[in-house]
């Protein structure tokens, strides 16, 4: 009585370790694109907790690599004059920037909006 394994399949094959759902019907694949590819929309927001002053701009949902948020980070900090920094895909810049960001952004081609307080 030891046939217990294939509990654990079922007649359309294999299951993801992810959801346990058939691979077939398996969505975490499609959710993973979504997250990389986000919904195209740049969101610009700003960050006053435990800032201090006036905090700082946040710009998400950039659909670019490293490089190149460093890159646009780079061009950004010189338009606002002020610092910023790049964290987990995320551009900080210093200060309330977001009307410049999103002309700037917008002139880019980007879909940029703003979002949040
Ligand atoms: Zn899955």
Do not use: H
Not at 70 to 85: A, D, Y
């Amino acid at each position: 009585m030891s046939s217990s394994r294939s509990v654990y399949s079922t007649d359309s094959g294999r299951l993801c370790p992810d959801c346990n759902k058939a691979v077939a019907a398996c969505i975490c694949q499609q959710q993973k694109k979504l997250l990389i590819k986000g919904d195209g929309i740049v969101r610009i927001s700003r960050e006053t907790k435990g800032r201090g002053g006036k905090g700082v701009s946040l710009i998400s949902g950039l659909s670019l690599d490293d490089d190149a948020i460093k890159q646009l980070s780079g061009k950004l900090k010189k338009l606002c004059g002020t610092g910023g920094t790049v964290k987990d895909g995320v551009i900080e810049i210093q200060g309330d920037q977001r009307d410049k960001l999103l002309i700037y952004l917008s002139e880019q081609g980007y879909k940029a909006k703003l979002a949040g307080g």
